[in-house]
Nanobody, 118 residues
Framework: QVQLVESGGGLVQAGGSLRLSCAAS????????MGWFRQAPGKEREFVAS????????SYADSVRGRFAISRDNAKNKVSLEMNSLKPEDTAVYYC???????????WGQGTQVTVSS
């Protein structure tokens, strides 16, 4: 059974930083593209960042490029999201996700809340 468990969310002031982590189990982690998504109240879930299985291909949403950094540790089955220069509009529940097929995210964590105060 695939499990993705996020941690590291919390309350931070604008301009601050947070680091999210996602621990994966029940899948061949090193073969999966991993992604972070977020959903703000009243809005649809949106893509934040992704990283290929080897870590060589990374993508970011325009809204976070230059402020967020995704990374992975295949030895520890973990993917992280370093978030800097946080803005109130970054407030959302952040989800870790794993692909089952190229570009198809089939596995999702339960989410972790990030709140950025102004």
């Amino acid at each position: 059974q695939v499990q993705l468990v996020e941690s590291g969310g919390g309350l931070v002031q604008a301009g601050g930083s947070l680091r999210l982590s996602c621990a994966a189990s029940g899948l061949t982690f090193s073969s999966k593209t991993m992604g972070w998504f977020r959903q703000a109240p009243g809005k649809e879930r949106e893509f934040v960042a992704s990283i290929s299985s080897s870590g060589t291909v990374i993508s970011y949403a325009d809204s976070v490029r230059g402020r967020f950094a995704i990374s992975r540790d295949n030895a520890k089955n973990k993917v992280s999201l370093e978030m800097n220069s946080l803005k109130p509009e970054d407030t959302a529940v952040y989800y870790c996700a794993a692909t089952s097929l190229p570009s198809l995210y089939s596995y999702w964590g339960q989410g972790t809340q990030v709140t950025v105060s102004s």
